[in-house]
């Protein structure tokens, strides 16, 4: 399972997450998150996963998720361009999910949270990368199946 929050483990109250995945054509952007940040290990380290964190007081998902993704990846995307897709739920903690349609490839400029990233062929999934957590494995292909616009 993937972790809900960008922070790493930490005995405080968790918090609703929000993140973004990036869509290329057939291909999703995806980070791999580090094992440990400032010193601490990083829950579900290692893993593959959008670009997510937590929100802030009195901060909305979406406002979240469009800061989130800048602060991560150092894209600015205005929250009005981010297409909702589902919201993934645990008794501890939840993570909404956006989209994002890049235009043109983008190398992104990672923060100290992940360690590296790579574009994905959608229907390769099931084989690569791993580990990749299975709700946003369904999320991605929900997205890319039911709510991408047709094809024209």
């Known amino acids: 399972m993937l972790s809900l929050t960008s922070l790493p483990c930490e005995m405080s109250e968790p918090r609703p997450a ?15 998150r580090c094992l440990e940040y400032e010193g601490n290990p990083v829950s579900y380290g290692g893993y593959w996963s959008p670009f997510t964190g937590s929100l802030e007081k009195g901060e909305s ?11 991560e990846s150092g ?19 939840s993570l909404v999910l ?4 890049l235009k043109k490839h983008f190398v992104p400029s990672l ?13 390769d ?22 709510l991408r616009r047709p094809k024209t």
Not at 78 to 90: A, P, V
């Open 125 to 146: 999934l099931k084989m690569h990368p791993k580990p990749l957590d299975i709700e946003i494995k369904q999320a991605i292909d929900f997205y890319n199946s039911v």
């Open 98 to 101: 956006y989209a994002h349609e």
């Open 61 to 71: 998902p979406l406002v979240a998720a469009a800061r989130e993704l800048h602060e």
């Open 18 to 32: 929000a993140g973004v995945l990036l869509f290329y054509g057939e291909l999703v952007l995806l980070c791999k």
């Open 111 to 123: 923060d100290a949270e992940h360690s590296e990233y790579g574009y994905f062929k959608i229907s």
């Open 75 to 93: 894209l600015k995307v205005c929250s009005w361009d981010l297409k909702y897709i589902k919201e993934i739920q645990h008794p501890d903690n």
